[in-house]
C-alpha cells in the first residue's frame, strides 16, 4: 500500500514537472498580450494615445501603435522633428533596463504612429539589433 502511494505520488511530481515551457516567441506573444489588457489603450500625453502593442514571432518584433492628435496630428511637424525624435526613442531603447530580454535574443522594435484624423501612418521608426547594441571595441 505505501509503495503504491510513492509510486502515484512520483507519477504525479513527474508529469507536474512535465508542463511544456513556453519559447522565448511564445513568452512574448504572452506578454503583449497581457500588456495589451492591462495598459492599452492608454493616454501618455494630451497628445498621445497608446493604441496596441504586439509582438510578431514571424519578425522576431516588437510592435508599439500609438495615435497623434492635435498639433501632432501633423505631418510637416513630425517630418521636421523626425530625426530628434528617432533619437531620443533610440536612446530610450539602449538605457531600457525593461527591455533587456528584448535586447538580449536581437529583438527588433517597430514604433508605428496614426494620425487620428486620417488614420494613416504618421510616423514609423524600426530599430533593429545593429541600431541599439554597443559596438564592438
Known amino acids: 500500500m505505501k509503495s503504491s502511494f510513492l509510486t502515484l505520488l512520483l507519477m504525479v511530481l513527474t508529469l507536474a514537472g512535465c508542463k511544456k515551457q513556453l ?4 513568452r512574448c506573444e504572452k506578454e503583449a498580450r497581457m500588456l495589451n489588457l492591462k495598459y492599452c489603450p492608454r493616454q501618455v500625453s ?13 519578425e522576431k518584433a516588437l510592435c508599439y501603435y ?3 492628435s492635435d498639433e501632432l496630428d501633423d505631418t510637416e511637424a513630425i ?22 530580454k528584448y535586447k538580449d535574443h536581437g529583438v527588433t522594435f517597430k514604433y508605428i504612429y496614426f494620425s487620428s484624423s486620417s488614420h494613416e ?4 521608426e524600426i530599430f533593429t539589433k545593429k541600431d541599439y547594441s554597443p559596438l564592438p571595441r
Open 23 to 26: 519559447s522565448f516567441d511564445e
Open 46 to 58: 494630451d497628445c498621445v494615445m497608446s493604441d496596441s502593442i504586439a509582438y510578431l514571432p514571424s
Open 66 to 68: 500609438y495615435t497623434f
Open 79 to 100: 517630418r521636421q522633428g523626425e530625426p530628434e525624435f528617432r533619437n531620443a526613442l533610440k536612446a530610450e531603447i539602449i538605457s531600457s533596463i525593461e527591455l533587456k
Open 121 to 124: 501612418v504618421l510616423l514609423e
